[in-house]
């Protein structure tokens, strides 16, 4: 059996969240999100956000959190500015769009946007009524190509943002490893402050389903259930939410699983960096692209199971590695000194 | 604390769904469905269907596996044709109409459609192109006031949309507690054989989410599965539905959890009857409707939570009671102690 | 060649409007409806308004109307309570749900909503997240049967919406029939000040196309062009809609063709009503459904095209006669003599 | 005065449609489209087409015309290709993406796809279930740059997508124009043969309103009529449109019309050429792109109406003029001599 490093969410739950599932599980509660754990869980998720006016929502992932938060907020002409590679634009079959909004797709080195980018789409959607009208600006921290965003750079989306009527949402499918990354200097007080809505994702980072969607915009906040339950992501058992995200977010066990599976990432990072392995971009979180020889990649494929991300050239590729809350230091170890052994 | 007869998802999951969560934990699985225990869970399924063709797929509830099927097999101009007491019609915020069909509703006396309700509204509908077109027709077993359909009920349904071009779908969110009905004279099998789509439940039966939608008719199967991950259904982690699943199937545990609730409900539809009390509808299943003096009710109050269903007149009301995989023999004693006392 | 009153639409338009065609013809204009037509029957229309911050835009048809002006005011949870008459439940191809939203419907006597009827409704939808908000209120002037809202109803269903935080839409596909009834109080003022939006049907009233959407509460107004383009209903070339409108409202010809098909309308029913004719319903505009013998049906078929409405028992139905702005006096009084020849 | 080169729809229509309405203004039809001079419109087109096969449907506009036949030939999870520059990618606020599909955009030199820009979208899409299917081709010809497809070009298109399982659809909109073009070899037949759907543009050729819709494959005409309804576009009096498309099709009225405003640019261009003036693109249809100093542009503006393009550089711009059906000699004349004295 090959030791699998294709993403974050191969393995099951952290144990706390089982117990915890176990210890509960007779009890009766109210259905529907309205059980003593979900509301408990936001509780404690306000207190770390410093923000009581907060309004929390649990669903199941992170295509049902994307689709239910646009539809929510965007009225029908309305649309969603994105980096091409933003996990909406090509990964979730058209749910945006299934919706009946538009994303525009901006083209970035690190799949991070900036207010400059967003600044030429509006310029060139001014044909009115012809053209859809810019309303979201969508994006993800950690992105999907692993890189972060500063706080500075949140900053300035979130003034820009402001000054231009549009609302910030950011996908936190990996916020985990983005705020515990070694290169972090944004708090969730910073996002409560800076978007107006952004979700803390549970499923790849140690629980079994589950996102944490967190309206700061107060006007956003009106009727939100009514969406969840329309788009069928209102679970009868909330309680099966609700007990995860106490768990997780109890003494940080959150911050305390991303910051594992960062860590596994930037040792097999140190080692092939050691051994001058390009990078296909400068990460510090849980996924790395490093650009290895194909013959390494067939050895290492004996033992392991990755994505090749990218043909670089006729002998080289970027391979993506994901390393998860439950990397063990074991499969980490095997991993680079097969490394060592070959580069 | 009082005990709860509001509804059948108040408490946790069946124990040995826990010990394979528990047991299963750390191995490393395909997501998104691929994992082993989906595809064993699968196959026990078709085994019990005796129907290896048909199509297979887990959601996490209700109001999804609706919402999907619905919008996945009509095209935008048809429509639903179901019972005015159906779960589509008044408990899921619109989520039929919001993926664009209509629902066409039927009154009927106990929740179920017969071959003449349906023809009336085909009867109705010939101004083509100015009215929709009725397409598929939504019946739930056991329906929503706990009334199940026969297999000779089923059959001529079956055989009337064949004749009739329309597609018949089985809600059944609460299809294990009809199956396992003292009255019940319907299959898994039977049920393959006659309606193009129908689910099981799990989450009112003893899962922490779960359905598991069977496509029987071969036409509606073909890409479905595009359907499920663009409405935010597709799971990263399958794995929890699968095992779930897995479990349930295993030696019929999803049927003697069902029949246990049933059983239950029974227990005290007995009591009550011995005293003479009248019942809304007739039911065999885990849900039971008995009219009640409002002085019984306030005293039943004082130890139990229930819904009024309906006020008959000044003096009394019809309750529900609902009944789960895990009410407990104390409670339902409790109960008809208080019913004997007092009646 | 028989005489059709199947209808109001089964002939061309006022030779005025073709005359203005024809006048206009060659001069270029904005596409749009940015050209000085349009321009200038919106400042005509606001004049017989008496309200200047009305926000007016010219669309094709009713259906259209309808599906715009609901599509672009609800949000996704929101729906639509109508009279189980109206136009848009069961004439419309479920072009309302097409876009996301459902009607609830109410049974009336007369095609007419009323408070009540309407808190109804409200009651029945408490249960919070698991229903459809009710939002927007819809009626039809002249409704679907012919008859006509007073004043005092319109502003009591006014001041009702208003308190109960619903917008109220009237369906104005006839409403120069209902201003222009013998039995009319309300003016183009009163509904300026008692509706959120209503609109004014040209093609049922002697225009090729084109309904006037008036939108009067302010909070509705903004980006509504967007809607229009968006669901395919901005005519590039929007002269043809302004030329028909200016011509309609120059001289009041809009509300003089309808008060025309209102008295042919009522020539017959007077007609009707010395023979001791019975009739479906009370009405006083271009709609009329007489109760008549199938005998003298049948001969009046031999010389007229006309709806069998409803079938009254095994030996008389209520048909449904439609006279329109060209109706002859002829046609008229033709059948008028066939009336009094045989009744 | 200024003359205006912006569009060709600024003008009404041709007489002979005046003259038509106005002939058979007072005789009665059936609505929707089942009067006569629909139905006689039809036999005409279908013979041009020599496909008794065909069904034809007639709407008001591009948009409409579009955003029904996608929506209605798509499932939901299946999306569109089309060029970067086509109309329902950035001129129809979103209407296709409003129904629920996604358009997958491709960049080209001249606005024309070719198989092997779409076998690289395909060649991306193989993700299944996690992207969209890609199923309809979207072309435009003449095409929003004013370049046409050559015979070769779309039976190359048609049998890739016959191959690969997709349709092929084209728009349109200025088809006439195409088919008129002195490069063009298509033909109406050919047309019929090699799309699965296509459309004749009467808006900007001669019209007041209408496209006449052509669906040669089969399997998709069944039931459309469903969708114009639902969409709102099925008017009423749907004589206007067959009275228009009877008298565009009589003695090819509308191809004379299209090749009026062919010579009327070709002259233009020509008289530019000989100045040695550059152009964006090499049309031979009735938009043109010449590159001109920002010194003629401001004399040029002050005579005439035209869109600046493209900014080339400090100095010069592309601008976009646009000849139609009714551009007179006189005003091409001006627009030379103007063209002769400065350059």
């Known amino acids: ?25 007779t009890d009766q509660q109210a259905g529907y999100g309205d059980d ?5 869980a936001k509780i404690l998720i306000k ?10 929502y649990f669903v199941s992932g992170g295509t049902q959190a994307n689709l239910i938060v646009i539809s929510s907020v965007l009225k029908p002409y309305q649309c969603v500015i994105a980096a091409s590679t933003g996990h909406i634009l090509n990964n979730e079959t058209g749910a945006i769009e299934a919706t009946g909004h ?26 009115i009524p012809h053209q859809v009208m810019p309303k979201l600006v969508y994006i993800s921290n950690s992105t999907e190509l692993g890189t972060i965003y500063s706080k500075e750079e949140v900053k300035n989306l979130s003034r820009y943002c402001l000054e ?51 309206i700061n915009n107060q006007t956003l906040q009106e009727d939100f259930a009514f969406n969840i339950k329309q788009k069928g992501a ?26 594992h599976a960062n860590q596994q990432a930037m040792k097999i990072k140190n080692a092939l960096l050691k051994r001058g392995v390009q990078f296909l971009s400068d990460t510090y979180t849980n996924q790395i692209f490093p650009i290895l020889d194909q013959k390494l990649i067939d050895i290492l494929s004996e033992k392991f199971d990755f994505y090749i991300w990218k043909n670089i050239n006729s002998q080289s590729s970027a391979i993506r590695l994901i390393t998860s809350w439950n990397t063990s230091d074991k499969a980490v170890d095997d991993f680079v000194e097969i490394i060592n052994n070959h580069l």
Chains 1, 2, 3, 4 share one sequence.
């Open 1 to 25: 059996m090959k030791f699998s490093f294709k993403n974050d969410y191969s393995e099951g739950c952290h144990s706390k969240i089982l117990e915890a599932l176990l210890r509960n599980n």
């Open 36 to 40: 003593e754990y979900s509301l408990k």
């Open 47 to 56: 207190e770390k956000l410093k923000n009581q006016d907060a309004a929390i």
């Open 102 to 127: 538009k994303i525009l797709s901006i083209e970035t080195e690190d799949g991070k946007l900036k207010p400059s980018d967003i600044q030429l789409v509006l310029d060139n959607h001014k044909n």
């Open 164 to 214: 231009n009527n549009l609302y910030l949402f950011m996908d936190g499918a990996r916020l985990g490893h983005a705020l515990t990354s070694e290169m972090n200097d944004l708090t969730l007080e910073d996002l409560s402050q800076l978007t107006d809505i952004f979700y803390l994702g549970g499923t790849k980072n140690g629980a079994l389903i589950g996102e944490a969607i967190i």
């Open 234 to 259: 209102l679970l009868a058992k909330g309680r099966l939410l609700g007990i995860q995200f106490l768990e997780l977010m109890n003494n940080d066990l959150y911050f305390d699983l991303a910051n």
